[in-house]
């Protein structure tokens, strides 16, 4: 779905936002909101809110994990915690 047309319909009073609704067989609460959106910041996509993926381990600390639950599939996180601040 392109948000584009829709506010180019809408704004270009080629039709109600209702009828955009049913034309695209999108909810008629969707279409307000990509609207008003775009009324308010003039943009029609919602910005990320995803949080990068970072890692608190550093590449050695991992192969040690993988390597002690290669050894022992059934350790622990305390078991795997002590073997990791002895090191």
Do not use: H, W
Not at 17 to 29: E, M
Request: proline share 2%.
């Amino acid at each position: 779905m392109n948000y584009n047309n829709i506010i180019n319909s809408i704004d270009g009073k080629l039709c109600t936002r209702k009828t955009v609704a049913k034309t695209l067989g999108i909810p008629y609460n969707s279409v307000q909101r990509i609207y008003k959106r775009f009324l308010e910041t003039g943009e029609t996509v919602k910005k990320s809110r995803s949080i990068p993926n970072v890692s608190k381990l550093n590449g050695t600390a991992m192969e040690l994990i993988k390597e002690e639950v290669k050894k022992n599939c059934t350790i622990t996180l305390k078991e795997l915690k002590v073997i990791l601040l002895k090191r």
